[in-house]
Protein backbone atom coordinates (compact mmCIF):
# COMPACT_ATOMS: atom_id res chain seq x y z
CA UNK A 1 0.00 0.00 0.00
CA UNK A 2 1.51 3.41 -1.08
CA UNK A 3 1.43 5.73 1.83
CA UNK A 4 -0.56 9.21 1.61
CA UNK A 5 0.94 12.53 1.74
CA UNK A 6 -1.00 15.68 -0.07
CA UNK A 7 1.28 18.56 -1.76
CA UNK A 8 4.23 17.56 -3.29
CA UNK A 9 4.51 14.23 -1.95
CA UNK A 10 1.42 13.44 -4.26
CA UNK A 11 3.57 14.90 -7.22
CA UNK A 12 5.97 12.41 -6.10
CA UNK A 13 3.73 9.37 -6.16
CA UNK A 14 2.41 10.56 -9.52
CA UNK A 15 5.95 10.82 -11.23
CA UNK A 16 6.12 6.89 -9.63
CA UNK A 17 3.16 5.82 -10.83
CA UNK A 18 3.52 7.44 -14.43
CA UNK A 19 7.29 5.58 -14.25
CA UNK A 20 5.85 2.36 -12.98
CA UNK A 21 2.68 1.87 -15.68
CA UNK A 22 4.47 3.32 -18.79
CA UNK A 23 8.02 1.52 -18.29
CA UNK A 24 6.10 -1.63 -16.92
CA UNK A 25 6.24 -3.82 -20.08
CA UNK A 26 9.40 -2.23 -21.69
CA UNK A 27 12.68 -3.67 -21.44
CA UNK A 28 14.83 -4.51 -18.30
CA UNK A 29 17.33 -2.37 -18.72
CA UNK A 30 15.22 0.42 -17.56
CA UNK A 31 14.82 -0.99 -14.32
CA UNK A 32 18.85 -1.87 -14.43
CA UNK A 33 19.47 1.78 -14.72
CA UNK A 34 16.99 2.99 -12.23
CA UNK A 35 19.01 0.48 -9.86
CA UNK A 36 22.13 1.98 -10.97
CA UNK A 37 21.29 5.31 -10.17
CA UNK A 38 20.12 4.38 -6.72
CA UNK A 39 24.08 2.87 -6.34
CA UNK A 40 25.01 6.20 -7.37
CA UNK A 41 23.25 8.31 -5.16
CA UNK A 42 24.68 5.74 -2.20
CA UNK A 43 28.06 6.22 -3.76
CA UNK A 44 28.33 9.53 -3.94
CA UNK A 45 26.51 9.97 -0.18
CA UNK A 46 29.77 8.04 0.72
CA UNK A 47 32.32 9.95 -0.30
CA UNK A 48 30.91 12.67 0.96
CA UNK A 49 29.19 12.15 4.63
CA UNK A 50 30.60 15.37 6.51
CA UNK A 51 29.69 17.85 4.06
CA UNK A 52 26.30 16.56 3.83
CA UNK A 53 25.97 17.12 7.32
CA UNK A 54 27.25 20.64 7.20
CA UNK A 55 24.63 21.54 4.48
CA UNK A 56 21.60 19.31 5.61
CA UNK A 57 20.05 21.80 7.75
CA UNK A 58 19.54 24.15 5.11
CA UNK A 59 17.74 21.84 2.78
CA UNK A 60 15.77 20.69 4.84
CA UNK A 61 14.14 21.04 8.06
CA UNK A 62 12.55 17.29 8.72
CA UNK A 63 9.51 17.74 11.34
CA UNK A 64 9.47 15.29 14.32
CA UNK A 65 5.90 13.26 12.44
CA UNK A 66 8.42 12.60 10.13
CA UNK A 67 11.27 10.20 12.76
CA UNK A 68 13.46 12.52 14.02
CA UNK A 69 15.05 10.23 17.07
CA UNK A 70 17.27 12.21 19.65
CA UNK A 71 20.54 11.31 20.08
CA UNK A 72 23.35 10.76 23.11
CA UNK A 73 24.37 14.54 22.24
CA UNK A 74 20.54 15.66 22.79
CA UNK A 75 20.61 16.42 19.01
CA UNK A 76 18.25 15.15 16.33
CA UNK A 77 19.39 13.00 12.95
CA UNK A 78 16.66 13.36 10.80
CA UNK A 79 15.78 9.95 9.10
CA UNK A 80 17.24 11.25 5.22
CA UNK A 81 20.89 12.42 6.99
CA UNK A 82 20.73 8.99 9.37
CA UNK A 83 20.61 7.48 5.42
CA UNK A 84 23.47 9.39 4.10
CA UNK A 85 25.78 8.61 6.89
CA UNK A 86 24.83 5.32 6.60
CA UNK A 87 23.18 4.58 9.91
CA UNK A 88 20.39 2.98 8.71
CA UNK A 89 21.88 0.51 5.95
CA UNK A 90 20.23 -2.46 4.27
CA UNK A 91 16.98 -2.24 2.35
CA UNK A 92 16.15 1.18 4.41
CA UNK A 93 18.85 2.89 2.78
CA UNK A 94 17.82 1.29 -0.79
CA UNK A 95 13.98 2.56 -0.18
CA UNK A 96 15.10 6.33 0.34
CA UNK A 97 17.41 6.21 -2.67
CA UNK A 98 14.50 5.10 -4.66
CA UNK A 99 12.49 7.87 -3.21
CA UNK A 100 15.25 9.96 -3.95
CA UNK A 101 16.17 8.85 -7.53
CA UNK A 102 12.74 8.54 -8.97
CA UNK A 103 12.06 12.19 -9.79
CA UNK A 104 15.73 12.42 -11.10
CA UNK A 105 15.20 9.21 -13.49
CA UNK A 106 15.59 11.40 -16.49
CA UNK A 107 18.86 13.76 -15.39
CA UNK A 108 20.21 10.67 -13.91
CA UNK A 109 22.87 10.25 -16.79
CA UNK A 110 24.60 13.75 -15.55
CA UNK A 111 24.64 12.63 -12.08
CA UNK A 112 28.22 11.89 -11.20
CA UNK A 113 29.09 13.80 -7.96
CA UNK A 114 27.74 15.44 -4.95
CA UNK A 115 27.61 18.97 -6.90
CA UNK A 116 25.50 17.64 -9.23
CA UNK A 117 23.13 15.76 -6.91
CA UNK A 118 22.93 19.12 -4.70
CA UNK A 119 21.91 20.91 -8.20
CA UNK A 120 19.11 18.45 -8.73
CA UNK A 121 17.87 18.63 -5.22
CA UNK A 122 18.28 22.38 -4.22
CA UNK A 123 14.34 22.96 -4.54
CA UNK A 124 13.80 22.26 -1.21
CA UNK A 125 10.08 20.89 -1.63
CA UNK A 126 11.06 18.06 -4.00
CA UNK A 127 13.67 16.91 -2.25
CA UNK A 128 11.50 16.63 1.28
CA UNK A 129 8.78 14.55 -0.70
CA UNK A 130 11.59 12.50 -2.66
CA UNK A 131 12.66 12.00 1.24
CA UNK A 132 9.25 11.81 2.73
CA UNK A 133 8.62 8.86 -0.20
CA UNK A 134 11.53 7.15 0.58
CA UNK A 135 11.19 6.96 4.81
CA UNK A 136 7.72 5.79 3.98
CA UNK A 137 8.93 2.77 2.15
CA UNK A 138 11.72 2.69 4.43
CA UNK A 139 9.32 1.93 7.55
CA UNK A 140 7.14 -0.30 5.95
CA UNK A 141 9.79 -2.41 4.86
CA UNK A 142 10.96 -2.61 8.22
CA UNK A 143 7.70 -2.96 9.78
CA UNK A 144 7.26 -5.99 6.93
CA UNK A 145 10.18 -7.76 8.55
CA UNK A 146 9.08 -7.69 12.18
CA UNK A 147 5.08 -8.56 11.18
CA UNK A 148 5.78 -12.29 9.58
CA UNK A 149 2.46 -14.14 9.16
CA UNK A 150 4.87 -16.84 10.29
CA UNK A 151 5.86 -14.70 13.84
CA UNK A 152 4.35 -16.20 16.89
CA UNK A 153 4.09 -13.58 19.76
CA UNK A 154 4.12 -14.14 24.10
CA UNK A 155 3.10 -11.40 25.78
CA UNK A 156 5.35 -11.18 28.85
CA UNK A 157 2.64 -10.00 31.08
CA UNK A 158 1.16 -13.51 30.86
CA UNK A 159 3.84 -15.09 32.69
CA UNK A 160 5.68 -12.11 34.54
CA UNK A 161 8.62 -9.75 34.77
CA UNK A 162 11.48 -9.91 37.26
CA UNK A 163 11.92 -6.18 39.13
CA UNK A 164 8.43 -6.03 40.54
CA UNK A 165 8.04 -5.92 43.86
CA UNK A 166 4.10 -5.06 44.21
CA UNK A 167 1.29 -6.77 42.64
CA UNK A 168 -0.87 -3.64 43.39
CA UNK A 169 0.19 -1.53 40.69
CA UNK A 170 -2.03 1.02 38.32
CA UNK A 171 -0.04 0.03 35.08
CA UNK A 172 1.46 -3.36 34.77
CA UNK A 173 5.24 -2.11 34.80
CA UNK A 174 5.20 0.35 38.05
CA UNK A 175 7.40 0.06 40.08
CA UNK A 176 5.54 1.32 43.35
CA UNK A 177 2.03 0.17 44.42
CA UNK A 178 -0.77 2.49 43.21
CA UNK A 179 -1.38 3.52 46.82
CA UNK A 180 1.70 5.34 46.90
CA UNK A 181 0.31 8.05 44.77
CA UNK A 182 -0.36 10.65 47.54
CA UNK A 183 2.15 9.39 50.02
CA UNK A 184 5.44 9.73 48.44
CA UNK A 185 6.55 12.59 46.99
CA UNK A 186 4.90 13.71 42.81
CA UNK A 187 8.79 13.52 41.88
CA UNK A 188 9.12 10.08 43.28
CA UNK A 189 5.24 8.82 41.92
CA UNK A 190 6.70 9.99 38.38
CA UNK A 191 9.68 8.66 38.30
CA UNK A 192 7.78 5.14 39.86
CA UNK A 193 6.73 4.62 36.00
CA UNK A 194 9.82 3.53 34.92
CA UNK A 195 10.52 0.14 33.97
CA UNK A 196 14.14 0.19 35.54
CA UNK A 197 15.45 -2.60 36.40
CA UNK A 198 13.03 -4.97 35.13
CA UNK A 199 13.84 -8.08 33.33
CA UNK A 200 11.49 -10.90 31.70
CA UNK A 201 13.30 -14.12 31.20
CA UNK A 202 12.18 -17.68 28.42
CA UNK A 203 13.71 -19.96 26.81
CA UNK A 204 13.66 -20.65 23.05
CA UNK A 205 15.32 -22.65 20.01
CA UNK A 206 14.79 -19.80 17.42
CA UNK A 207 17.49 -18.33 15.26
CA UNK A 208 15.32 -14.95 15.70
CA UNK A 209 13.82 -13.45 18.58
CA UNK A 210 11.55 -9.93 17.47
CA UNK A 211 9.82 -7.62 19.96
CA UNK A 212 6.50 -5.37 19.97
CA UNK A 213 6.37 -2.96 22.62
CA UNK A 214 5.17 0.60 23.34
CA UNK A 215 6.26 3.31 25.39
CA UNK A 216 4.60 6.14 27.91
CA UNK A 217 6.48 8.04 26.54
CA UNK A 218 7.99 10.12 23.51
CA UNK A 219 11.40 11.27 24.87
CA UNK A 220 13.22 8.23 23.60
CA UNK A 221 16.89 9.35 24.78
CA UNK A 222 18.40 12.49 27.02
CA UNK A 223 21.42 14.50 26.61
CA UNK A 224 23.53 12.53 28.64
CA UNK A 225 22.11 8.78 27.61
CA UNK A 226 21.33 7.58 24.55
CA UNK A 227 18.01 5.76 23.29
CA UNK A 228 19.22 2.20 23.45
CA UNK A 229 19.27 2.93 27.58
CA UNK A 230 16.42 5.45 28.17
CA UNK A 231 13.84 3.78 25.81
CA UNK A 232 15.77 0.10 24.93
CA UNK A 233 15.06 -3.51 24.85
CA UNK A 234 18.47 -4.92 26.16
CA UNK A 235 18.92 -8.93 25.31
CA UNK A 236 21.05 -11.88 27.14
CA UNK A 237 21.33 -14.98 26.78
CA UNK A 238 22.62 -18.10 28.72
CA UNK A 239 25.70 -20.30 27.18
CA UNK A 240 26.56 -23.95 27.79
CA UNK A 241 28.34 -23.11 31.02
CA UNK A 242 25.64 -20.67 32.58
CA UNK A 243 26.90 -17.77 32.33
CA UNK A 244 24.73 -14.71 30.92
CA UNK A 245 26.27 -12.90 28.02
CA UNK A 246 25.15 -9.99 25.83
CA UNK A 247 22.94 -10.74 22.72
CA UNK A 248 21.52 -7.43 21.08
CA UNK A 249 19.99 -4.08 22.16
CA UNK A 250 16.44 -2.48 20.46
CA UNK A 251 17.61 0.52 18.97
CA UNK A 252 14.30 2.43 19.28
CA UNK A 253 13.25 5.55 17.24
CA UNK A 254 9.33 5.84 18.21
CA UNK A 255 7.16 5.19 20.92
CA UNK A 256 6.27 1.78 19.54
CA UNK A 257 8.59 -0.56 18.00
CA UNK A 258 7.94 -3.74 16.36
CA UNK A 259 11.23 -5.05 15.00
CA UNK A 260 13.29 -8.03 14.69
CA UNK A 261 15.91 -7.69 17.87
CA UNK A 262 18.49 -10.62 16.30
CA UNK A 263 18.51 -13.36 13.15
CA UNK A 264 21.02 -15.46 12.70
CA UNK A 265 21.61 -17.08 16.26
CA UNK A 266 23.44 -20.50 16.75
CA UNK A 267 20.94 -23.03 16.79
CA UNK A 268 20.06 -24.99 20.01
CA UNK A 269 17.69 -24.80 22.87
CA UNK A 270 18.93 -22.18 25.66
CA UNK A 271 17.55 -19.06 27.94
CA UNK A 272 17.01 -15.58 27.63
CA UNK A 273 16.74 -12.46 29.27
CA UNK A 274 15.30 -9.18 28.02
CA UNK A 275 16.39 -6.14 30.19
CA UNK A 276 13.33 -3.24 30.14
CA UNK A 277 14.16 0.35 29.57
CA UNK A 278 15.76 2.48 32.27
CA UNK A 279 14.21 6.00 31.97
CA UNK A 280 10.71 5.39 30.39
CA UNK A 281 7.92 3.47 31.28
CA UNK A 282 6.52 0.33 29.69
CA UNK A 283 3.28 0.16 28.84
CA UNK A 284 2.81 -3.19 26.58
CA UNK A 285 5.63 -6.16 25.89
CA UNK A 286 5.65 -8.99 23.60
CA UNK A 287 8.22 -11.71 22.12
CA UNK A 288 8.00 -12.87 19.34
CA UNK A 289 9.90 -16.51 17.58
CA UNK A 290 8.79 -18.35 14.48
CA UNK A 291 5.80 -20.19 14.80
CA UNK A 292 7.83 -23.72 14.44
CA UNK A 293 9.85 -22.69 17.11
CA UNK A 294 9.87 -23.81 20.84
CA UNK A 295 8.80 -21.08 22.95
CA UNK A 296 8.91 -21.77 26.76
CA UNK A 297 8.17 -18.79 29.58
CA UNK A 298 10.89 -18.49 32.54
CA UNK A 299 8.49 -17.46 35.68
CA UNK A 300 10.08 -14.96 37.54
CA UNK A 301 12.56 -17.05 40.30
CA UNK A 302 10.80 -16.86 43.94
CA UNK A 303 14.59 -16.13 45.75
CA UNK A 304 14.28 -13.54 48.02
CA UNK A 305 15.41 -10.43 45.93
CA UNK A 306 18.32 -7.68 46.06
CA UNK A 307 16.68 -4.35 46.90
CA UNK A 308 18.30 -1.42 46.08
CA UNK A 309 17.18 2.20 46.78
CA UNK A 310 19.26 5.18 45.56
CA UNK A 311 19.63 7.76 43.03
CA UNK A 312 19.73 8.37 39.50
CA UNK A 313 22.83 6.15 39.18
CA UNK A 314 20.77 3.30 41.01
CA UNK A 315 18.04 3.86 38.18
CA UNK A 316 20.34 3.60 35.74
CA UNK A 317 21.97 7.06 34.39
CA UNK A 318 23.95 6.90 32.09
CA UNK A 319 24.23 3.49 31.21
CA UNK A 320 24.37 2.56 27.18
CA UNK A 321 22.34 -0.34 27.77
CA UNK A 322 19.09 -1.70 30.63
CA UNK A 323 21.63 -4.51 31.29
CA UNK A 324 24.79 -2.10 32.13
CA UNK A 325 23.69 -0.46 35.50
CA UNK A 326 25.58 -2.06 38.07
CA UNK A 327 22.74 -4.12 40.10
CA UNK A 328 21.98 -5.63 36.64
CA UNK A 329 25.26 -6.68 36.59
CA UNK A 330 25.56 -8.09 40.04
CA UNK A 331 21.75 -9.41 39.12
CA UNK A 332 23.66 -11.53 36.69
CA UNK A 333 27.44 -12.41 38.57
CA UNK A 334 25.22 -13.68 42.04
CA UNK A 335 22.71 -15.55 40.15
CA UNK A 336 20.26 -13.58 41.80
CA UNK A 337 16.88 -11.71 41.15
CA UNK A 338 16.77 -7.80 41.83
CA UNK A 339 14.39 -4.81 42.79
CA UNK A 340 15.90 -1.00 41.90
CA UNK A 341 13.92 1.40 43.39
CA UNK A 342 16.39 4.39 41.85
CA UNK A 343 14.53 7.51 41.63
CA UNK A 344 16.67 10.01 39.74
CA UNK A 345 17.37 13.45 41.66
CA UNK A 346 14.91 11.90 44.37
CA UNK A 347 16.59 9.21 45.71
CA UNK A 348 16.85 11.22 49.77
CA UNK A 349 16.09 8.56 52.37
CA UNK A 350 12.67 9.45 52.90
CA UNK A 351 10.21 7.38 55.44
CA UNK A 352 7.07 7.92 52.81
CA UNK A 353 9.65 5.66 50.81
CA UNK A 354 10.56 3.67 53.53
CA UNK A 355 7.25 2.99 54.31
CA UNK A 356 6.68 0.59 51.22
CA UNK A 357 10.45 -0.86 51.45
CA UNK A 358 9.34 -2.64 54.65
CA UNK A 359 6.65 -4.48 52.68
CA UNK A 360 9.12 -6.15 50.08
CA UNK A 361 10.88 -9.71 51.54
CA UNK A 362 14.39 -9.03 50.64
CA UNK A 363 17.31 -11.12 50.87
CA UNK A 364 19.26 -7.76 51.60
CA UNK A 365 18.65 -4.03 50.84
CA UNK A 366 20.98 -1.93 49.45
CA UNK A 367 20.73 2.06 50.65
CA UNK A 368 22.56 3.89 47.98
CA UNK A 369 20.78 7.60 48.34
CA UNK A 370 24.18 10.29 49.08
CA UNK A 371 24.18 11.47 45.51
CA UNK A 372 21.01 13.24 45.88
CA UNK A 373 21.47 14.23 49.93
CA UNK A 374 23.49 16.94 51.52
CA UNK A 375 25.14 16.34 54.78
CA UNK A 376 22.12 17.85 57.12
CA UNK A 377 20.02 15.44 55.13
CA UNK A 378 22.37 12.56 55.63
CA UNK A 379 22.66 13.47 59.60
CA UNK A 380 18.56 13.48 60.16
CA UNK A 381 17.48 10.45 57.99
CA UNK A 382 20.09 7.85 57.94
CA UNK A 383 19.70 6.37 61.57
CA UNK A 384 15.69 6.32 60.82
CA UNK A 385 15.94 4.48 57.42
CA UNK A 386 17.86 1.92 59.20
CA UNK A 387 15.73 1.44 62.41
CA UNK A 388 12.74 1.47 59.70
CA UNK A 389 14.02 -1.51 57.70
CA UNK A 390 14.99 -3.25 61.17
CA UNK A 391 11.82 -2.98 62.74
CA UNK A 392 10.18 -4.48 59.67
CA UNK A 393 12.83 -6.82 59.00
CA UNK A 394 15.60 -7.67 61.74
CA UNK A 395 17.41 -10.41 60.03
CA UNK A 396 17.69 -8.62 56.86
CA UNK A 397 21.36 -7.67 56.00
CA UNK A 398 21.45 -3.43 55.34
CA UNK A 399 24.38 -2.42 52.98
CA UNK A 400 24.98 1.25 53.48
CA UNK A 401 26.63 2.82 50.25
CA UNK A 402 28.69 5.98 50.15
CA UNK A 403 28.21 8.51 47.26
CA UNK A 404 30.66 8.37 44.52
CA UNK A 405 33.36 11.31 44.31
CA UNK A 406 32.47 13.50 41.50
CA UNK A 407 35.17 12.64 39.00
CA UNK A 408 36.77 16.28 38.83
CA UNK A 409 36.31 17.42 42.53
CA UNK A 410 40.02 16.64 42.42
CA UNK A 411 40.01 20.86 40.73
CA UNK A 412 36.60 21.53 41.96
CA UNK A 413 36.84 22.42 45.95
CA UNK A 414 32.96 22.77 46.38
CA UNK A 415 32.23 19.21 44.65
CA UNK A 416 34.75 17.88 46.93
CA UNK A 417 33.32 19.20 50.31
CA UNK A 418 30.40 18.04 49.26
CA UNK A 419 31.46 14.16 49.14
CA UNK A 420 33.71 14.60 52.23
CA UNK A 421 30.66 16.55 54.59
CA UNK A 422 27.84 13.86 53.33
CA UNK A 423 30.14 11.23 53.75
CA UNK A 424 31.10 11.97 56.92
CA UNK A 425 27.94 12.34 58.32
CA UNK A 426 27.50 8.78 56.76
CA UNK A 427 29.97 7.61 58.71
CA UNK A 428 29.11 9.12 61.99
CA UNK A 429 26.03 7.34 61.59
CA UNK A 430 26.84 4.14 60.82
CA UNK A 431 29.03 4.24 63.81
CA UNK A 432 26.36 5.21 65.98
CA UNK A 433 24.45 2.79 64.64
CA UNK A 434 26.91 0.02 65.52
CA UNK A 435 27.58 1.13 68.99
CA UNK A 436 23.78 1.05 69.65
CA UNK A 437 23.87 -2.79 68.87
CA UNK A 438 22.26 -2.48 65.42
CA UNK A 439 23.46 -5.53 63.65
CA UNK A 440 23.56 -6.89 60.06
CA UNK A 441 25.15 -3.62 58.53
CA UNK A 442 28.00 -3.52 55.82
CA UNK A 443 29.85 -0.04 54.55
CA UNK A 444 30.99 0.64 51.13
CA UNK A 445 32.89 3.67 51.07
CA UNK A 446 32.60 5.67 48.16
CA UNK A 447 36.02 6.33 46.85
CA UNK A 448 35.83 2.53 45.85
CA UNK A 449 32.96 2.84 43.28
CA UNK A 450 34.74 4.72 40.18
CA UNK A 451 38.43 4.83 39.40
CA UNK A 452 40.47 7.60 40.62
CA UNK A 453 41.45 8.50 37.12
CA UNK A 454 37.68 9.64 36.17
CA UNK A 455 37.63 8.45 33.21
CA UNK A 456 34.22 6.45 34.07
CA UNK A 457 31.65 8.99 33.98
CA UNK A 458 29.69 10.64 31.66
CA UNK A 459 29.43 14.12 33.09
CA UNK A 460 32.13 13.52 36.20
CA UNK A 461 28.14 12.42 37.97
CA UNK A 462 26.65 9.62 36.18
CA UNK A 463 28.55 6.21 35.58
CA UNK A 464 29.58 5.51 31.93
CA UNK A 465 28.96 1.58 30.78
CA UNK A 466 33.09 1.23 32.65
CA UNK A 467 31.31 3.08 35.86
CA UNK A 468 28.93 0.88 36.04
CA UNK A 469 31.36 -2.50 35.90
CA UNK A 470 33.27 -0.72 38.66
CA UNK A 471 30.68 0.18 40.95
CA UNK A 472 29.49 -3.54 40.66
CA UNK A 473 33.16 -4.46 41.21
CA UNK A 474 32.66 -2.50 44.40
CA UNK A 475 29.54 -3.76 45.34
CA UNK A 476 29.88 -7.34 45.26
CA UNK A 477 32.29 -8.40 47.46
CA UNK A 478 30.35 -6.91 50.39
CA UNK A 479 26.92 -8.22 49.05
CA UNK A 480 28.63 -11.70 49.22
CA UNK A 481 29.35 -11.49 52.44
CA UNK A 482 25.94 -9.83 53.33
CA UNK A 483 24.51 -13.02 51.45
CA UNK A 484 26.90 -15.40 52.62
CA UNK A 485 27.89 -16.64 49.19
Given at each position: MKPAFGGEGSQILNCVDTHAQGRAKKSKSQFARLFQLTMKIGAISKRTRQTYRQVSPGLLATPASAGVVENNTGRTNPPHQRCWSGEFGGVGCYAWRIGLAMPLWHQSESLSNFSDLMNLVCNRRTFAAASAWGLAAFSTAR????DSDSIGWHDVQEWGVEGRGFADTDLYFDRLPARANGVV?????????????????????????H???????????????????????????????????????????????????????????RNYAI???????????????????????IEPRTEKPIVFYGTSITHGASASRPGMPHPAILGRRLDHPVINLGFSGNGKLEPEVGRFLVELDP????????????????????????????SAHPDVPIVLAEDRNYANS??????????????????NAYARLLDAGVAGLFYLPGERLLDANGDDTTDG????????????NAFEPVLRRALNL
Open positions: LSASRNAVWGLSRHSAGMMVRFRTDATEIADYELGSASLAMPHMPATGVSGLDLYGQDTDGRWKWVAVCKPNAQKMKLKLIDGLREGLYLPLYNSTRTLKIGVPSGNRFEASVYVLDCLPNMVAAEVAERTEPMVRQLRWVRPAQQERNRSSQLEFQSHPSDLGFYNQA
